[in-house]
């Protein structure tokens, strides 16, 4: 009969109490390889789903700690790791650094996050960005509350963007207007483009032909589906070319 090993039972016990240590430390290893190779060329597929985390939170926490933001928001996007993307939104927002908050809030799902940046965005005057957060949780009512604002201080562009995107075609019909009075044309066929509004396309289209922009009318018109102007303006103008 073989006798045991004083040794080897000694040094056993040990081995098996760092096995998973050493596995963990093998696995940050990883993090720079991962890194270099890039999040959307690498296969994690050969990792349990609760190592991959792992991996990927590290992976994650490298990547903001070297300044690699939206990589980092990736990062714990995939990982649904909520905490970290506000944690990363919340840095961003307090060095003004607003698109990446809103991105990181966002990812984070973050509702009550996107419009705390939006009222910041909006008080600093980083208006695109405010526009942004509004419009990521979908509230309507200070989107329109923010169009009018901007339409006072004349950021018409601004406003056009926030009411298309709620669909306010008497907003944007008003705003039309609004442009002829003042020849802001290219702000005018936007909106009324966006109303959906072709007799205020028209009278665009016919500012422009009594001034001999053919190629704008012509464009305007063509918006607007006004056929006859259009036979009009290629008949007798582009019928050479």
């Known amino acids: 009969m073989e006798e045991n090993n004083p040794e080897i039972e000694n040094v056993s016990p040990n081995i098996l109490e760092n096995i998973s240590s050493t596995a963990s430390e093998e696995k940050i290893k990883m993090v720079p390889a991962i890194m270099k190779k890039g999040l959307d060329n690498v296969n994690l597929s050969m990792f349990s789903e609760e190592e991959r985390k792992k991996l990927l939170n590290a992976v994650g926490n490298e990547y903001f700690k070297r300044g690699f933001i ?24 307090n060095t ?35 526009i942004r957060a509004f419009q990521l949780v979908n509230d309507k009512e200070r989107l329109k509350q923010v169009g009018d604002e901007l339409f006072n201080k004349n950021k018409v562009d601004l406003a056009i963007r926030i009411f298309e995107f709620t669909q306010d075609k008497d907003k944007l019909r008003y705003i039309g207007e609004h442009c002829i009075k003042v020849h802001d044309y290219e702000n005018g066929v936007r909106a009324f483009n966006f109303a959906k509004d072709n007799d205020g396309l028209n009278k665009i289209g016919d500012i422009f032909l009594k001034e001999s ?3 704008k009318s012509l464009e305007v018109y063509q918006l607007s ?5 259009m036979s009009f303006i290629k008949e007798n103008f582009f019928s050479n070319e």
Do not use: Q
């Open 213 to 215: 922009l053919l190629d």
């Open 96 to 130: 003004d650094l607003y698109g990446n908050a809103i991105d990181a809030y966002s990812a984070g799902k973050s509702k009550e996050k996107l419009l705390e940046a939006g009222e910041k965005c909006l008080r600093d005057g980083h208006f695109n960005e405010a």
């Open 70 to 93: 939206k990589e980092a928001i990736k990062a714990f996007t995939l990982t649904n790791n909520n905490d970290k993307l506000i944690e990363i939104g919340n840095h961003m927002a």
């Open 225 to 229: 589906g006004n056929k006859t102007m």
